[in-house]
């Protein structure tokens, strides 16, 4: 079975900073592109961030850039977000998600994605 599990969220102040992780079970996010989303309540899930299967290539969403930093480490089949000057509004559950064909190029559709985590919950307070 293959699982997806997002880790590191947690509550923080306002200008904080925390680093998500996410790993895999059953599957290798080598070769994979991947990508960073988020839910707050109420509104539409959103696209934070992407990285190419190699790691040499990464997209952010305007509302993030500058802020946060996504990255991977193939050897420990891992992805992670580093969240710095967090925002109230950066309040959200974070998804990780791993791109649907194999060395595809990543992109900011969640169609492109599949095997969804069950997200870690980030919560920024002023």
């Known amino acids: 079975e293959v699982q997806v599990v997002e880790s590191g969220g947690g509550t923080v102040q306002v200008g904080g900073s925390l680093r998500l992780s996410c790993t895999a079970s059953?599957?290798?996010?080598?070769?994979?592109?991947m990508a960073w989303f988020r839910q707050a309540p109420g509104k539409e899930r959103e696209w934070v961030s992407c990285?190419?299967?190699?790691?040499?290539?990464?997209f952010y969403a305007e509302s993030v850039k500058g802020r946060f930093t996504i990255s991977r480490d193939n050897a420990k089949d891992t992805l992670y977000l580093n969240m710095n000057t967090l925002k109230p509004e950066d309040t959200a559950m974070y998804y990780c998600?791993?791109?649907?064909?194999?060395?595809?190029?990543?992109?900011?559709?969640?169609?492109?994605?599949?095997?969804w985590g069950q997200g870690t919950q980030v919560t920024v307070s002023s």
């Open positions: 998600a791993a791109a649907r064909r194999r060395w595809a190029l990543p992109g900011m559709s969640a169609e492109g994605y599949t095997y």
């Open positions: 059953g599957f290798t996010l080598n070769g994979y592109a």
């Open positions: 990285i190419s299967w190699s790691g040499g290539t990464t």
